[in-house]
């Protein structure tokens, strides 16, 4: 399997310290026994044997709305992420609160509905929320409501928001906007839990959001600082940011965190 080839031949090329070496083995044993773990690996299989259509995607589109329309009709596997829930439950940390059954929660980018899917496996009320038509779609048959904007979102409906790798796709404006609707439709007793790219070597970088392919392509690194002052303004807290993993050969890391709503 190409994803455990590739995995393995890292140890090599990123000079992988022994820690890294047995986290990378752990995870692809992890996806083997984890039937959505299983499909990642079947997704990347397949994309071996069609030419990358990442740099065309940005380049044939006007729009960020376009571009991703254009990345689920390819189904681009670069942007369109077919993580395996279970993995984005412990980067983000909230396997302990999504083990209580009933609980309703609004996941932020669609990817390839996986979370939707394993959610509503797990006894949880879901909606969505996502930039196009195509990606709700996916997941219609699994949630109560799929939503385009974040201002149609109900106020006070929920107790958990996903919020996974989408930041870095945003500009600062849109992100705000997006926070403020969703720590809005949070629950007042509800978490907001958000990985976003940060930089690994320039403390308290951020990543110019001008350039719209820069956005496109999940380029906006934001530091710790500049998100907390970006919550803040939306009437939320930081309850704690997690440093949770470095993007191997890349300056890049992910960093999460726990928010909630200060919101009256």
């Known amino acids: 399997m190409y994803y455990c080839i590739d995995s393995l031949r890292s140890w090599t090329e990123f000079n992988l310290s022994d820690q890294q070496k047995s986290a990378t083995f752990r995870r692809i044993a992890s ?3 984890d039937k959505y773990g299983r499909k990642s690996i079947l997704r990347e299989f397949r994309e071996r044997f069609r030419p990358s259509l990442s740099n065309n ?3 044939s589109s006007h729009d960020l709305k376009q571009f991703w329309e254009s990345a689920h009709v390819s189904g681009a596997h670069l942007w369109i992420s077919g993580t395996p829930p279970k993995e984005i439950y412990e980067r983000l940390i909230i396997e302990k609160l999504i083990s209580v059954k009933g609980l309703s929660i609004l996941n932020v980018g669609v990817g390839e509905g996986y979370c939707e899917m394993d959610l509503v496996e797990r006894g949880q009320l879901v909606d969505s929320l996502d930039v196009c038509d195509r990606a709700i779609s996916k997941v ?8 385009l904007d974040a201002r149609d979102l109900p106020s006070r409906s929920y107790d958990l928001v996903i919020h996974h790798l989408v930041a870095q796709h945003m500009t600062h404006e849109d992100l705000r906007e997006q926070i403020r609707q969703l720590l809005r439709a949070l629950k007042s007793d509800g978490l907001l839990a958000m990985q976003f790219a940060s930089s690994q070597s320039v403390a308290g970088l951020v990543v110019s959001d001008r350039e719209e392919h820069v956005v496109m392509s999940g380029g906006v690194l934001r530091s710790k600082d500049f998100m907390k002052d970006l919550i803040e303004s939306c009437s939320g807290s930081v309850m704690e940011f997690f440093d949770k993993e470095a993007w191997m050969n890349s300056d890049c890391q992910y960093i999460s965190a726990h928010i909630t709503s200060n919101q009256s």
């Open 140 to 147: 219609k048959s699994y949630i109560r409501q799929g939503f």
């Open 31 to 33: 996806r083997l026994l």
């Open 57 to 59: 995607l940005i380049d």
